[in-house]
């Protein structure tokens, strides 16, 4: 998977915003590629043959459905810049509802969090967890999948107030100072994907095998993934060395403290969660988790960003406009922890 080139020989990869903006330089690579790692074999018995049309018009087919399967693997995508500045692989994990694109181009066309931190010298994986986008889904899933009507995101993922969301887009509201770009909304749309609420100890067993095979590393994460990100840190305490939490839906288990205390924590929070009436419960979760962690001789930061200075944030903040400041910030803080030169 790490193969070097033969000595001289570069995979460049330009990486370019789709707005009207001068062009970056190109991305000089020493490789990149992507693998799937989990999963399990199952078996189906018992049921008869069926006859299938592939491709309407074409010559039915028999099928028997009976026999091993290969399910709830995941899928991770890697790039290894040449400029190597990150001392360790750098992991991005997405939320939920949403597949590894969360942290590619932006959907006003600017470039993601994965520019941002391949630019900056780490190792980056991106990764699609189980049951999202290239990792495919399984009939093993119980339940239902579901996805979030097209105004919903607008409200819950703090873009405007509750309330805001209208039909036409001349009478929606947007949080004062929203960096969000209100004309990007339709695309950010686009990359929604069904999940479901019934397979958080598939994803996470799978998120550990991932570990097993890259790390040790450092393990960025946002919204439902911060979940996945503290059971996996608790798992593999040994190999996480730093975890960035970014407005995580749940902090990790106080009981397990003393077990990872050893690891750092970055934890970021955007605009209006603390008034926000379902936000506010989330990030005292976290607050709370703060408290316990440094209590027991951790180190966890809890960063405000309207307290940072850098304001206007919605919970999808690395494709509001001002992303870049974010990913500085927790840049900033990965060098303090002597994990990047």
Not at 71 to 92: A, C, H, I, S, T
Not at 99 to 121: A, L, N, Q
Not at 269 to 289: C, E, F, L
Request: glycine letters at 10%.
């Amino acid at each position: 998977m790490r193969r070097l080139l033969t000595t001289g020989v570069l995979l460049a990869l330009a990486i370019s915003s789709a707005v009207a903006q001068a062009k970056k330089e190109p991305v000089a690579l020493r490789d990149m590629g992507s693998f799937h790692v989990g999963g399990r074999l199952i078996e189906i018995t018992g049921q008869p043959l069926k006859e299938v049309v592939f491709t309407p018009g074409g010559v039915p087919a028999k099928v028997d459905p009976n026999g091993k399967y290969q399910v709830e693997q995941m899928y991770v995508q890697y790039f290894l810049p040449q400029n190597k500045k990150g001392k360790l692989p750098l992991l991005l994990w997405h939320g939920g509802g949403l597949s590894g694109v969360t942290y590619e181009t932006k959907p006003d066309g600017g470039d993601g969090w994965m520019h941002y931190f391949i630019r900056k010298g780490w190792d980056t994986y991106v990764s699609d967890a189980m049951e999202r986008g290239r990792s495919g889904w399984s009939s093993t899933f119980k339940g239902y999948a579901m996805a979030l009507p097209f105004g919903d995101p607008w409200e819950r993922f703090r873009m405007g107030p509750i309330g805001s969301w209208n039909d036409d887009p001349a009478k929606r509201v947007s949080y004062p100072g929203m960096q969000f770009p209100a004309e990007a909304y339709p695309q950010f749309m686009k990359q929604g994907v069904p999940r479901w609420v019934t397979t958080d100890d598939e994803i996470v067993k799978a998120y550990i095998e991932y570990i097993d095979k890259v790390c040790p590393c450092v393990v960025l994460v946002h919204s439902q993934s911060g979940t996945f990100g503290y059971k996996a840190l608790e798992a593999r305490p040994d190999k996480i060395k730093a975890l960035v939490a970014v407005e995580p839906t749940l902090a990790g288990d106080k009981n397990k403290i003393a077990s990872v205390k050893g690891t750092p924590i970055l934890v970021v929070i955007g605009d209006n969660a603390k008034d926000h009436p379902r936000w506010k419960n989330i990030r005292q979760n976290s607050v709370a988790y703060a408290e316990a962690f440094k209590a027991a001789g951790g180190s966890l930061d809890l960063v405000d960003l309207p307290d940072a200075g850098i304001k206007g944030n919605s919970h999808m903040m690395m494709m509001d406009k001002n992303s870049d400041q974010i990913a500085e910030l927790i840049q900033n803080w990965l060098v303090k922890k002597g994990l990047a030169d």
